[in-house]
Protein backbone atom coordinates (compact mmCIF):
# COMPACT_ATOMS: atom_id res chain seq x y z
CA UNK A 1 0.00 0.00 0.00
CA UNK A 2 1.10 3.53 -0.60
CA UNK A 3 2.44 5.11 2.58
CA UNK A 4 0.42 8.08 1.03
CA UNK A 5 -2.72 6.85 1.01
CA UNK A 6 -4.41 6.27 4.27
CA UNK A 7 -6.98 3.19 4.37
CA UNK A 8 -10.47 3.93 6.34
CA UNK A 9 -9.76 2.18 9.05
CA UNK A 10 -6.42 2.78 9.69
CA UNK A 11 -5.89 5.66 11.84
CA UNK A 12 -2.72 7.95 11.45
CA UNK A 13 -1.55 10.66 13.85
CA UNK A 14 -0.10 13.86 13.43
CA UNK A 15 2.09 15.74 16.04
CA UNK A 16 3.18 19.04 15.07
CA UNK A 17 5.92 20.67 17.31
CA UNK A 18 9.64 21.29 18.22
CA UNK A 19 10.80 18.01 17.29
CA UNK A 20 14.98 16.35 17.60
CA UNK A 21 14.92 13.40 15.65
CA UNK A 22 18.66 11.95 16.70
CA UNK A 23 18.68 11.15 13.01
CA UNK A 24 22.75 12.68 12.39
CA UNK A 25 21.51 13.61 8.58
CA UNK A 26 18.32 15.53 9.55
CA UNK A 27 18.58 16.54 13.08
CA UNK A 28 15.05 18.67 13.45
CA UNK A 29 11.88 18.31 12.34
CA UNK A 30 8.54 20.20 12.51
CA UNK A 31 6.46 17.18 12.17
CA UNK A 32 5.89 13.61 12.69
CA UNK A 33 3.30 11.10 11.44
CA UNK A 34 2.58 7.78 12.34
CA UNK A 35 0.04 5.24 11.85
CA UNK A 36 -0.62 2.27 13.78
CA UNK A 37 3.39 1.50 14.96
CA UNK A 38 5.40 2.88 12.58
CA UNK A 39 6.59 6.54 11.63
CA UNK A 40 5.91 7.18 8.11
CA UNK A 41 7.24 10.76 7.66
CA UNK A 42 9.10 13.00 9.66
CA UNK A 43 9.81 16.81 8.28
CA UNK A 44 8.89 20.05 7.75
CA UNK A 45 5.33 21.36 7.33
CA UNK A 46 5.08 21.64 3.77
CA UNK A 47 6.25 18.26 3.01
CA UNK A 48 3.93 16.65 5.29
CA UNK A 49 0.50 17.75 3.40
CA UNK A 50 0.62 14.54 1.28
CA UNK A 51 0.58 12.36 4.39
CA UNK A 52 -2.54 14.10 5.83
CA UNK A 53 -6.06 12.88 5.18
CA UNK A 54 -9.45 13.04 7.06
CA UNK A 55 -8.64 10.11 8.89
CA UNK A 56 -5.69 11.98 10.38
CA UNK A 57 -6.10 13.31 13.81
CA UNK A 58 -3.69 16.45 14.08
CA UNK A 59 -2.07 17.06 17.50
CA UNK A 60 -0.96 21.01 17.70
CA UNK A 61 1.56 20.49 21.04
CA UNK A 62 2.34 23.90 22.46
CA UNK A 63 5.71 26.06 21.74
CA UNK A 64 7.37 25.15 24.95
CA UNK A 65 6.90 20.98 24.22
CA UNK A 66 9.19 18.82 22.63
CA UNK A 67 9.39 15.63 21.06
CA UNK A 68 12.26 13.04 21.42
CA UNK A 69 12.86 9.37 20.37
CA UNK A 70 11.61 7.57 23.33
CA UNK A 71 14.80 7.19 25.97
CA UNK A 72 16.54 3.86 25.91
CA UNK A 73 18.26 2.63 29.02
CA UNK A 74 21.47 0.19 28.95
CA UNK A 75 21.79 -0.29 32.26
CA UNK A 76 18.81 -0.54 34.50
CA UNK A 77 17.79 -3.03 36.98
CA UNK A 78 14.07 -4.13 36.01
CA UNK A 79 13.02 -7.14 38.08
CA UNK A 80 15.48 -6.15 41.11
CA UNK A 81 14.20 -2.28 41.36
CA UNK A 82 10.65 -3.46 40.84
CA UNK A 83 11.12 -5.74 43.95
CA UNK A 84 12.34 -2.93 46.02
CA UNK A 85 9.71 -0.63 45.14
CA UNK A 86 6.99 -2.93 46.53
CA UNK A 87 9.17 -3.94 49.41
CA UNK A 88 10.08 -2.14 52.48
CA UNK A 89 12.55 0.81 51.40
CA UNK A 90 14.46 3.42 53.43
CA UNK A 91 13.87 7.03 53.20
CA UNK A 92 16.31 9.32 52.89
CA UNK A 93 17.55 9.58 56.30
CA UNK A 94 21.26 10.95 57.68
CA UNK A 95 21.06 10.11 61.29
CA UNK A 96 20.92 6.68 63.16
CA UNK A 97 17.77 8.13 64.94
CA UNK A 98 15.90 8.59 61.29
CA UNK A 99 16.53 5.48 60.18
CA UNK A 100 15.47 3.51 63.84
CA UNK A 101 12.09 5.01 63.36
CA UNK A 102 12.05 3.21 59.88
CA UNK A 103 13.19 0.39 60.96
CA UNK A 104 10.60 0.36 63.93
CA UNK A 105 7.77 0.46 61.33
CA UNK A 106 9.11 -2.03 59.36
CA UNK A 107 9.29 -4.65 62.41
CA UNK A 108 5.59 -3.81 63.03
CA UNK A 109 4.56 -3.75 59.63
CA UNK A 110 6.18 -7.51 58.76
CA UNK A 111 5.27 -8.71 62.32
CA UNK A 112 4.00 -12.23 60.66
CA UNK A 113 6.87 -12.67 58.30
CA UNK A 114 10.08 -15.16 58.93
CA UNK A 115 12.40 -11.91 57.99
CA UNK A 116 12.53 -8.37 57.79
CA UNK A 117 14.07 -7.08 54.93
CA UNK A 118 14.23 -3.29 53.44
CA UNK A 119 16.45 -1.99 50.60
CA UNK A 120 18.83 1.12 50.40
CA UNK A 121 20.42 1.96 53.51
CA UNK A 122 23.23 4.61 53.53
CA UNK A 123 26.56 4.45 55.59
CA UNK A 124 25.55 8.19 56.84
CA UNK A 125 22.72 6.79 58.47
CA UNK A 126 25.24 5.31 61.16
CA UNK A 127 27.28 7.15 63.49
CA UNK A 128 30.77 7.74 61.53
CA UNK A 129 29.51 6.43 58.69
CA UNK A 130 30.46 2.45 59.88
CA UNK A 131 26.93 0.46 59.56
CA UNK A 132 27.09 -2.21 62.02
CA UNK A 133 24.70 -5.00 63.49
CA UNK A 134 24.63 -3.68 66.52
CA UNK A 135 21.98 -0.61 65.38
CA UNK A 136 19.61 -3.30 63.70
CA UNK A 137 19.85 -5.44 67.10
CA UNK A 138 18.56 -2.24 69.40
CA UNK A 139 15.78 -2.49 67.48
CA UNK A 140 14.94 -6.00 66.42
CA UNK A 141 17.02 -8.99 68.52
CA UNK A 142 14.73 -12.07 68.15
CA UNK A 143 13.71 -11.72 64.35
CA UNK A 144 16.68 -12.01 61.51
CA UNK A 145 16.82 -8.62 59.53
CA UNK A 146 18.92 -8.30 56.25
CA UNK A 147 19.10 -4.57 54.47
CA UNK A 148 20.42 -3.96 50.99
CA UNK A 149 23.05 -1.27 50.55
CA UNK A 150 21.56 1.13 47.63
CA UNK A 151 24.77 0.19 45.73
CA UNK A 152 23.27 -3.52 45.94
CA UNK A 153 26.62 -4.96 46.78
CA UNK A 154 26.34 -5.10 49.85
CA UNK A 155 23.95 -6.84 52.89
CA UNK A 156 23.61 -5.22 56.54
CA UNK A 157 22.26 -8.25 58.67
CA UNK A 158 21.58 -8.28 62.19
CA UNK A 159 23.30 -10.76 65.07
CA UNK A 160 20.40 -13.28 64.53
CA UNK A 161 20.62 -13.70 60.81
CA UNK A 162 24.26 -13.95 61.48
CA UNK A 163 23.40 -16.79 63.67
CA UNK A 164 20.64 -18.48 61.01
CA UNK A 165 23.64 -18.18 58.93
CA UNK A 166 26.00 -19.88 60.55
CA UNK A 167 28.51 -16.70 60.05
CA UNK A 168 31.08 -16.57 62.88
CA UNK A 169 34.24 -15.33 63.35
CA UNK A 170 36.19 -18.42 62.35
CA UNK A 171 34.07 -17.82 58.49
CA UNK A 172 36.32 -17.48 56.01
CA UNK A 173 35.63 -14.79 53.32
CA UNK A 174 34.04 -17.30 50.27
CA UNK A 175 35.74 -16.20 46.93
CA UNK A 176 34.97 -13.18 45.40
CA UNK A 177 33.69 -12.25 49.00
CA UNK A 178 34.64 -10.40 51.87
CA UNK A 179 32.95 -10.95 55.42
CA UNK A 180 33.41 -7.87 57.65
CA UNK A 181 35.30 -8.05 61.04
CA UNK A 182 36.02 -5.75 63.71
CA UNK A 183 39.36 -5.64 65.49
CA UNK A 184 39.04 -8.82 67.75
CA UNK A 185 37.74 -11.18 64.23
CA UNK A 186 33.87 -10.76 64.83
CA UNK A 187 31.73 -10.33 61.91
CA UNK A 188 30.04 -6.70 62.08
CA UNK A 189 27.13 -7.96 59.68
CA UNK A 190 28.45 -5.93 56.86
CA UNK A 191 28.59 -8.86 53.82
CA UNK A 192 30.11 -7.65 50.41
CA UNK A 193 29.85 -9.38 46.81
CA UNK A 194 29.83 -12.81 47.06
CA UNK A 195 29.49 -12.90 50.79
CA UNK A 196 25.75 -12.01 50.58
CA UNK A 197 24.85 -15.43 49.60
CA UNK A 198 25.94 -16.94 52.70
CA UNK A 199 22.72 -15.21 54.14
CA UNK A 200 20.75 -15.15 50.92
CA UNK A 201 20.38 -18.75 50.24
CA UNK A 202 18.30 -18.67 53.99
CA UNK A 203 15.80 -16.44 52.51
CA UNK A 204 12.23 -17.40 52.29
CA UNK A 205 11.40 -17.62 48.09
CA UNK A 206 8.97 -15.21 46.89
CA UNK A 207 5.99 -15.94 45.65
CA UNK A 208 5.34 -16.05 42.11
CA UNK A 209 2.91 -12.52 42.03
CA UNK A 210 5.60 -11.04 43.73
CA UNK A 211 7.84 -10.88 40.31
CA UNK A 212 4.75 -10.10 38.08
CA UNK A 213 3.98 -7.06 40.27
CA UNK A 214 7.24 -5.86 40.37
CA UNK A 215 7.98 -5.83 37.12
CA UNK A 216 4.79 -3.74 36.69
CA UNK A 217 5.37 -1.64 38.93
CA UNK A 218 9.05 -0.90 36.72
CA UNK A 219 7.45 -1.11 33.78
CA UNK A 220 5.08 1.69 35.30
CA UNK A 221 7.88 4.07 36.26
CA UNK A 222 9.67 3.77 33.26
CA UNK A 223 6.58 4.76 30.99
CA UNK A 224 6.20 7.98 33.29
CA UNK A 225 9.98 8.55 32.59
CA UNK A 226 10.21 8.15 29.04
CA UNK A 227 11.87 4.53 28.92
CA UNK A 228 10.59 2.80 25.99
CA UNK A 229 13.56 0.28 25.87
CA UNK A 230 15.63 -0.94 28.41
CA UNK A 231 18.44 -3.70 29.52
CA UNK A 232 17.54 -5.40 32.62
CA UNK A 233 21.43 -5.25 33.75
CA UNK A 234 21.50 -8.38 35.94
CA UNK A 235 18.41 -10.92 35.33
CA UNK A 236 19.16 -14.87 37.22
CA UNK A 237 18.20 -18.24 35.23
CA UNK A 238 14.64 -18.53 36.88
CA UNK A 239 13.71 -14.66 36.56
CA UNK A 240 13.76 -15.44 32.71
CA UNK A 241 9.91 -17.09 33.53
CA UNK A 242 8.68 -14.55 34.94
CA UNK A 243 9.41 -11.61 31.82
CA UNK A 244 8.46 -14.36 29.31
CA UNK A 245 4.85 -14.84 30.74
CA UNK A 246 4.26 -10.98 31.36
CA UNK A 247 5.59 -10.06 27.97
CA UNK A 248 3.91 -13.07 25.98
CA UNK A 249 0.31 -11.83 27.26
CA UNK A 250 0.99 -7.87 27.69
CA UNK A 251 3.69 -6.82 25.39
CA UNK A 252 1.70 -4.31 24.22
CA UNK A 253 1.38 -2.59 27.93
CA UNK A 254 5.18 -2.88 28.65
CA UNK A 255 8.56 -1.17 27.29
CA UNK A 256 10.88 -2.99 25.23
CA UNK A 257 13.36 -5.38 26.67
CA UNK A 258 16.60 -6.52 26.93
CA UNK A 259 17.41 -9.61 29.59
CA UNK A 260 21.16 -9.68 30.55
CA UNK A 261 21.98 -13.10 32.22
CA UNK A 262 24.02 -13.22 35.01
CA UNK A 263 27.29 -15.31 34.68
CA UNK A 264 27.17 -17.77 37.79
CA UNK A 265 27.65 -21.42 38.50
CA UNK A 266 24.35 -22.26 37.12
CA UNK A 267 24.84 -20.76 33.85
CA UNK A 268 28.11 -21.75 33.74
CA UNK A 269 26.73 -25.58 33.73
CA UNK A 270 24.48 -25.25 31.25
CA UNK A 271 26.95 -23.96 28.78
CA UNK A 272 29.61 -26.14 29.89
CA UNK A 273 27.11 -29.28 29.48
CA UNK A 274 25.31 -28.06 26.05
CA UNK A 275 25.91 -30.65 23.38
CA UNK A 276 27.28 -28.73 20.48
CA UNK A 277 29.90 -26.04 19.99
CA UNK A 278 26.98 -24.16 18.75
CA UNK A 279 23.56 -22.21 21.11
CA UNK A 280 21.88 -19.35 22.10
CA UNK A 281 20.61 -17.71 25.32
CA UNK A 282 17.08 -19.13 23.83
CA UNK A 283 17.66 -22.85 23.56
CA UNK A 284 20.28 -22.57 26.50
CA UNK A 285 17.61 -21.15 28.74
CA UNK A 286 14.61 -22.54 26.54
CA UNK A 287 12.65 -20.17 26.22
CA UNK A 288 10.65 -18.59 23.22
CA UNK A 289 11.80 -15.72 21.00
CA UNK A 290 9.26 -12.70 21.48
CA UNK A 291 8.95 -9.51 19.39
CA UNK A 292 9.76 -7.50 21.84
CA UNK A 293 11.91 -9.46 24.24
CA UNK A 294 15.72 -9.27 23.59
CA UNK A 295 17.64 -12.72 25.58
CA UNK A 296 20.94 -12.21 23.91
CA UNK A 297 23.30 -10.65 26.62
CA UNK A 298 25.43 -12.28 29.64
CA UNK A 299 26.50 -10.63 32.35
CA UNK A 300 29.55 -10.40 34.38
CA UNK A 301 30.40 -8.78 37.70
CA UNK A 302 34.41 -8.27 36.96
CA UNK A 303 34.33 -6.53 40.60
CA UNK A 304 32.58 -4.93 43.08
CA UNK A 305 32.41 -0.81 43.96
CA UNK A 306 34.82 1.51 45.19
CA UNK A 307 32.82 2.24 48.30
CA UNK A 308 33.68 -0.84 50.00
CA UNK A 309 36.92 -0.96 48.69
CA UNK A 310 35.47 -4.33 46.25
CA UNK A 311 36.43 -2.59 43.03
CA UNK A 312 39.77 -4.02 41.17
CA UNK A 313 42.34 -1.47 40.87
CA UNK A 314 45.99 -1.43 39.49
CA UNK A 315 47.01 0.71 42.23
CA UNK A 316 46.39 -0.37 45.80
CA UNK A 317 43.48 2.19 47.68
CA UNK A 318 44.86 4.70 49.90
CA UNK A 319 45.22 3.66 53.42
CA UNK A 320 47.40 1.00 55.66
CA UNK A 321 47.18 -1.81 53.72
CA UNK A 322 49.40 -1.54 50.45
CA UNK A 323 48.35 -4.62 49.31
CA UNK A 324 44.46 -3.51 48.87
CA UNK A 325 43.65 -3.98 45.41
CA UNK A 326 40.12 -4.83 45.78
CA UNK A 327 38.56 -7.82 44.74
CA UNK A 328 38.44 -9.26 41.09
CA UNK A 329 35.12 -11.67 40.67
CA UNK A 330 37.19 -13.85 38.19
CA UNK A 331 40.29 -14.42 37.15
CA UNK A 332 41.56 -13.75 33.94
CA UNK A 333 42.20 -16.48 32.06
CA UNK A 334 38.64 -17.70 33.46
CA UNK A 335 37.10 -14.70 32.26
CA UNK A 336 39.04 -15.12 28.72
CA UNK A 337 37.40 -18.52 27.97
CA UNK A 338 34.13 -17.52 29.41
CA UNK A 339 33.96 -14.57 26.81
CA UNK A 340 34.94 -16.79 24.29
CA UNK A 341 32.50 -19.10 24.07
CA UNK A 342 30.24 -16.37 24.38
CA UNK A 343 31.77 -14.13 20.92
CA UNK A 344 31.96 -17.14 18.76
CA UNK A 345 28.20 -18.10 19.65
CA UNK A 346 27.36 -14.24 18.69
CA UNK A 347 26.35 -13.53 22.07
CA UNK A 348 27.14 -9.93 23.88
CA UNK A 349 28.84 -9.54 27.02
CA UNK A 350 27.87 -6.62 29.80
CA UNK A 351 30.49 -6.28 31.66
CA UNK A 352 30.54 -4.01 35.48
CA UNK A 353 34.00 -2.76 35.84
CA UNK A 354 34.04 -0.17 38.41
CA UNK A 355 37.78 -0.14 38.72
CA UNK A 356 40.33 -0.10 36.00
CA UNK A 357 41.83 -3.55 36.57
CA UNK A 358 38.40 -4.72 36.00
CA UNK A 359 38.10 -2.29 32.87
CA UNK A 360 41.16 -3.77 31.43
CA UNK A 361 40.31 -7.61 32.53
CA UNK A 362 36.98 -7.07 30.31
CA UNK A 363 39.32 -5.06 27.53
CA UNK A 364 41.21 -8.11 27.23
CA UNK A 365 38.92 -10.57 27.46
CA UNK A 366 37.10 -9.42 24.00
CA UNK A 367 40.39 -9.25 22.67
CA UNK A 368 41.52 -12.64 23.69
CA UNK A 369 38.18 -13.68 22.50
CA UNK A 370 38.51 -11.95 18.94
CA UNK A 371 41.96 -13.26 18.47
CA UNK A 372 40.50 -16.92 19.50
CA UNK A 373 37.83 -16.66 16.40
CA UNK A 374 40.15 -15.35 14.23
CA UNK A 375 38.91 -14.56 10.45
CA UNK A 376 35.47 -16.55 11.15
CA UNK A 377 33.14 -13.89 9.17
CA UNK A 378 30.14 -16.16 10.51
CA UNK A 379 30.42 -14.55 13.90
CA UNK A 380 27.64 -11.47 13.71
CA UNK A 381 29.39 -8.16 16.10
CA UNK A 382 27.74 -8.96 19.55
CA UNK A 383 28.47 -5.40 20.30
CA UNK A 384 30.33 -5.98 23.84
CA UNK A 385 30.19 -3.16 26.28
CA UNK A 386 31.40 -2.16 29.68
CA UNK A 387 29.38 -0.55 32.09
CA UNK A 388 30.56 2.48 34.74
CA UNK A 389 33.92 2.86 33.49
CA UNK A 390 34.44 4.75 36.50
CA UNK A 391 38.46 4.90 36.48
CA UNK A 392 39.98 3.63 33.45
CA UNK A 393 43.48 4.07 32.46
CA UNK A 394 44.44 6.66 29.54
CA UNK A 395 46.38 4.00 27.80
CA UNK A 396 43.31 2.00 27.44
CA UNK A 397 40.99 4.56 25.86
CA UNK A 398 42.11 3.90 22.41
CA UNK A 399 41.65 0.15 22.79
CA UNK A 400 37.78 0.43 23.30
CA UNK A 401 37.64 1.57 19.38
CA UNK A 402 39.88 -1.00 18.29
CA UNK A 403 38.21 -3.87 19.73
CA UNK A 404 34.51 -2.58 18.80
CA UNK A 405 33.80 -2.34 22.73
CA UNK A 406 31.32 0.05 23.65
CA UNK A 407 30.43 1.70 27.13
CA UNK A 408 27.09 2.15 29.44
CA UNK A 409 27.22 5.52 32.12
CA UNK A 410 25.32 5.80 34.65
CA UNK A 411 25.64 9.99 34.45
CA UNK A 412 23.55 10.57 37.59
CA UNK A 413 26.85 9.53 39.49
CA UNK A 414 28.67 12.72 37.58
CA UNK A 415 28.94 14.84 40.36
CA UNK A 416 30.48 15.16 44.36
CA UNK A 417 28.04 14.24 47.19
CA UNK A 418 29.42 12.35 50.12
CA UNK A 419 29.70 9.59 48.47
CA UNK A 420 31.57 10.83 46.10
CA UNK A 421 34.05 12.53 48.56
CA UNK A 422 34.62 9.53 50.69
CA UNK A 423 35.86 7.87 47.28
CA UNK A 424 37.73 10.48 46.60
CA UNK A 425 39.62 9.60 50.09
CA UNK A 426 39.85 6.19 48.98
CA UNK A 427 41.62 6.98 45.38
CA UNK A 428 43.61 9.94 46.31
CA UNK A 429 44.95 12.51 43.90
CA UNK A 430 45.11 12.61 40.83
CA UNK A 431 43.62 9.21 40.31
CA UNK A 432 40.21 10.83 42.31
CA UNK A 433 39.68 13.48 38.90
CA UNK A 434 40.28 10.90 36.55
CA UNK A 435 36.48 9.03 37.15
CA UNK A 436 33.93 8.30 34.32
CA UNK A 437 35.97 10.00 31.72
CA UNK A 438 32.75 9.96 28.90
CA UNK A 439 34.80 12.49 26.85
CA UNK A 440 37.69 11.56 26.99
CA UNK A 441 36.31 8.04 25.78
CA UNK A 442 33.85 9.71 23.23
CA UNK A 443 36.93 11.31 21.67
CA UNK A 444 39.12 7.84 21.30
CA UNK A 445 36.02 7.18 19.02
CA UNK A 446 34.07 4.68 21.80
CA UNK A 447 30.51 4.75 21.26
CA UNK A 448 28.64 5.50 24.47
CA UNK A 449 25.27 4.53 25.61
CA UNK A 450 23.51 5.68 29.13
CA UNK A 451 22.29 2.80 32.04
CA UNK A 452 20.68 4.78 35.04
CA UNK A 453 21.41 1.71 37.11
CA UNK A 454 18.12 2.39 38.97
CA UNK A 455 17.29 1.59 41.64
CA UNK A 456 21.34 2.66 42.45
CA UNK A 457 20.22 5.91 41.29
CA UNK A 458 17.57 7.71 39.69
CA UNK A 459 15.65 6.26 36.76
CA UNK A 460 14.96 9.52 35.35
CA UNK A 461 16.47 10.06 31.94
CA UNK A 462 16.09 14.02 32.26
CA UNK A 463 18.10 13.86 35.42
CA UNK A 464 20.65 11.88 33.52
CA UNK A 465 20.96 14.44 31.15
CA UNK A 466 21.35 17.51 33.27
CA UNK A 467 24.41 15.88 35.23
CA UNK A 468 26.45 14.82 32.15
CA UNK A 469 25.78 18.30 30.39
CA UNK A 470 26.44 19.97 34.20
CA UNK A 471 28.62 17.59 36.35
CA UNK A 472 27.18 18.67 39.50
CA UNK A 473 24.79 18.08 41.65
CA UNK A 474 21.08 18.38 40.36
CA UNK A 475 19.87 21.70 41.07
CA UNK A 476 23.43 23.52 41.00
CA UNK A 477 22.24 24.79 44.62
CA UNK A 478 26.08 26.49 44.46
CA UNK A 479 26.28 28.22 41.14
CA UNK A 480 29.28 29.07 41.69
CA UNK A 481 30.58 25.42 42.38
CA UNK A 482 33.44 23.80 40.21
CA UNK A 483 32.16 20.88 37.32
CA UNK A 484 33.54 17.52 38.69
CA UNK A 485 36.02 16.72 36.47
CA UNK A 486 34.87 19.90 34.25
CA UNK A 487 36.69 18.48 31.01
CA UNK A 488 34.10 15.68 30.73
CA UNK A 489 31.13 18.19 30.86
CA UNK A 490 28.43 17.19 27.77
CA UNK A 491 26.11 18.89 25.35
CA UNK A 492 22.57 18.61 25.50
CA UNK A 493 22.76 17.31 22.14
CA UNK A 494 25.56 15.17 22.95
CA UNK A 495 23.33 13.47 26.02
CA UNK A 496 20.87 12.91 24.05
CA UNK A 497 22.38 11.24 21.00
CA UNK A 498 23.70 8.60 24.07
CA UNK A 499 20.31 8.10 25.61
CA UNK A 500 18.55 7.22 22.07
CA UNK A 501 20.24 6.38 18.99
CA UNK A 502 23.75 5.59 20.67
CA UNK A 503 21.85 3.37 23.00
CA UNK A 504 19.42 1.79 20.25
CA UNK A 505 22.65 0.41 18.45
CA UNK A 506 24.34 -0.96 21.53
CA UNK A 507 21.21 -3.05 21.72
CA UNK A 508 20.81 -4.11 18.20
CA UNK A 509 17.71 -2.36 17.54
CA UNK A 510 19.34 0.44 15.96
CA UNK A 511 17.05 -0.29 12.64
CA UNK A 512 13.68 -0.13 14.51
CA UNK A 513 13.97 2.92 17.04
CA UNK A 514 16.47 5.38 18.37
CA UNK A 515 16.03 7.90 16.26
CA UNK A 516 12.30 9.48 14.37
CA UNK A 517 12.70 8.07 10.97
CA UNK A 518 10.06 6.92 8.08
CA UNK A 519 10.06 3.11 8.17
CA UNK A 520 11.37 3.01 12.14
CA UNK A 521 8.43 2.25 15.02
CA UNK A 522 6.80 4.88 17.21
CA UNK A 523 8.64 4.94 20.58
CA UNK A 524 7.79 8.33 20.91
CA UNK A 525 8.43 11.17 24.22
CA UNK A 526 7.15 14.36 24.47
CA UNK A 527 8.48 16.98 27.48
CA UNK A 528 7.01 19.43 28.42
CA UNK A 529 10.17 22.04 28.03
CA UNK A 530 13.00 22.37 25.66
CA UNK A 531 15.65 20.97 27.13
CA UNK A 532 18.06 22.57 24.80
CA UNK A 533 17.21 26.01 25.71
CA UNK A 534 16.30 25.75 28.94
CA UNK A 535 18.89 26.21 32.08
CA UNK A 536 20.85 23.55 32.74
CA UNK A 537 20.75 23.05 36.19
CA UNK A 538 16.80 22.97 35.49
CA UNK A 539 16.74 20.22 33.26
CA UNK A 540 16.19 17.57 36.08
CA UNK A 541 12.46 19.52 36.33
CA UNK A 542 11.01 18.21 33.27
CA UNK A 543 8.42 16.43 32.95
CA UNK A 544 7.43 13.40 30.63
CA UNK A 545 3.97 14.36 29.35
CA UNK A 546 3.57 11.61 26.59
CA UNK A 547 5.26 8.42 26.08
CA UNK A 548 4.22 6.01 22.95
CA UNK A 549 5.27 2.80 22.66
CA UNK A 550 4.87 1.21 19.07
CA UNK A 551 2.84 3.59 18.20
CA UNK A 552 0.34 2.81 21.91
CA UNK A 553 0.24 5.97 23.99
CA UNK A 554 1.48 4.52 27.64
CA UNK A 555 1.61 7.27 29.41
CA UNK A 556 -0.12 10.81 28.54
CA UNK A 557 -0.39 13.57 30.74
CA UNK A 558 -0.70 16.39 27.95
CA UNK A 559 -3.87 18.41 29.48
CA UNK A 560 -6.99 18.29 27.14
CA UNK A 561 -5.43 15.56 24.27
CA UNK A 562 -6.26 12.23 23.87
CA UNK A 563 -4.54 10.26 20.94
CA UNK A 564 -7.36 7.48 19.93
Not at 20 to 29: E, P, Q
Not at 170 to 179: A, Y
Not at 399 to 422: A, I, M, Q
Request: hydrophobic share 35%.
Amino acid sequence: MNSKIASSTSQRVALFGKIFTSNLKSKWAEVLIYEKDTIIYVGDKAGSEQYLNEFTQKIELNEDHLILPGFIDTHIHYILGGLQVISNQIKECDSLEAFHKQLKEFVTKEKDSEWIFAYDYMDIMFPDNKPHKKYLDEICPDKPIALMRYDNHTYLVNTKALEIANITKETPDPPRGLVEKDKEGNPTGCLHERAMDLVSEYFPKRKPEEYTNALHASADIFLKEGITSCTDAMVITRHCQHFQEIYSQQSDQLPRASLSILWNEELEEKINTWKGDKFTLYELLGIPELDKLKVNTVKFLVDGVLESKTAALEEPYIGKDENDFGIKNFEEDQLNEHVAKLHANGIQAHFHAIGDRAVRMALDAVEYAKKKAGENTNIKDPRHYIAHNQIVKERDYKRFKELGVHTSFSPVWFCTDSESEEVDKLLGFPRARLQYPIKDLMNAGTVVTFGADWPVTSPRPVDGIETAVTRKLLGNANKDAEPWCPDQCLTVEEAVIIYTINSAYVGHREDITGSLEAGKKADIVVLDKDIFKCDPSTIHETQVRLTIVDGKVLHNTLKGIEIK
